[in-house]
């Protein structure tokens, strides 16, 4: 009995954390701040309420868990314990060393997947039937998940830099998007895992109360892991074009130049001095120039005249139909203003 009020005194140290984490990475110039505030405080009060209530009123049977259960909801407490001080590291050490957050972060990673681990071995039975088939499914789904992220990434970049397929297959910005589409595909297997791991039932020597056996230790695992999932989840869509800028970035620096190579000597760009050039067969580059906290990219082709270049970027049929629409609009403005007399206007 003793053993089930752990649990669920697991559960609240959980929520606990979890609390603290949201409180300390919310600002407090945000208008959700207050109502924050109040919300854990509410939700705190009655969990503690409900479980003094419970713990007087629950009929006392014996129930006994193993005590890889036990040993399996301190994995999980330690892992919201991680990933609240990842949460701090990443707000308070951020700009002065991206060391000791990724560090946290992996650390909660590997601590997540021990508790996936030793909770799969808890309801395995002799054969480690569960544990053989999740193995499969791991080694297959990433089989599957890298070939179908690969080709959207090939596919992306031969679109977005407007290159041929062939030729993204050993660029690096290719890997970086590829990576990204992993992550992406992984945390929705991560949601659909452990939704499947909820539902098996667990092994008790009696139970009298099946369901709150089960209530009580789905508190102390299985909420830890959807909540460090689905925060995990916010923060990776938010912060998505800072992951992928500063991928593109170092991508950049081994698939491109500053340099181009026309009419038999090596130029660059005077009006754009930062521009970065891809090569893509002889005498056609893709140019990168920046533009505020972004690049264009445009068409480099080398000619035989001064200045022995053509420069034209790249278009998509949003931009040409803007475009269009844009001249039609200054065409219009300029016939009105022809039409109406100048002492009218």
């Keep these: 009995m003793k053993k089930i009020w752990k649990s669920l005194n697991f559960g609240i140290a959980n929520l606990l954390l979890f609390y603290i984490a949201i409180l300390f ?74 060391a000791i957050p990724t560090t946290l972060a992996f650390m909660t990673a590997m601590l997540i997947t021990y508790t996936i681990a030793s909770h799969i071995k808890s309801i395995d039975d002799k054969g480690k039937t569960i544990a053989l088939r999740v193995k499969l499914a791991v080694k297959y789904s990433w089989l599957i998940v890298s070939l179908i992220s690969y080709y959207l990434s090939r596919s992306l970049t031969a679109n977005s830099w407007d290159i041929p397929f062939d030729s993204t297959f050993n660029k690096l910005v290719t890997i970086v998007t590829a990576l990204f589409f992993v992550f992406t595909f992984y945390y929705l297997i991560y949601f659909v895992f452990i939704s499947f791991l909820s539902s098996i039932p667990l092994k008790t020597k009696k139970v009298k109360r099946k369901s709150s056996v089960d209530i009580n230790y789905s508190i102390s695992i299985f909420a830890p892991l959807f909540i460090i999932g689905y925060i995990s989840y916010i923060a990776f869509n938010v912060q998505s074009l800072s992951i992928l800028k500063f991928g593109f970035e170092v991508a950049m620096k081994y698939d491109t130049r500053d340099t181009f190579f026309c009419s038999n000597r090596y130029m660059f760009l005077s009006e754009h001095p930062n521009a970065r050039f891809m090569f893509i067969s002889e005498g056609n580059y893709r140019a990168l120039i920046p533009h505020h906290d972004d690049f264009t990219i445009s068409r480099l082709t080398c000619t035989s005249s001064e200045p022995f270049y053509t420069l034209i970027s790249v278009e998509d049929k949003k931009d040409l139909m803007l475009a269009a629409l844009e001249k039609r609009a200054n065409a219009l403005a300029s016939d009105m203003k022809a039409i109406i007399p100048s002492n009218i206007r």
């Design 25 to 98: 990475v919310t600002q407090e110039n945000m208008q959700l701040y207050p109502i924050v505030i109040w919300l854990g405080m509410i939700i705190l009060s009655g969990l503690i309420v409900q479980f003094y209530w419970s713990k007087t009123s629950f009929n006392q049977s014996t129930i006994r868990f193993r005590t890889n259960y036990k040993k399996t909801s301190r994995a999980a407490l330690l892992s919201t314990l991680l990933f609240l001080l990842t949460c701090i590291s990443f707000k308070a050490l951020n700009y002065i060393s991206i």
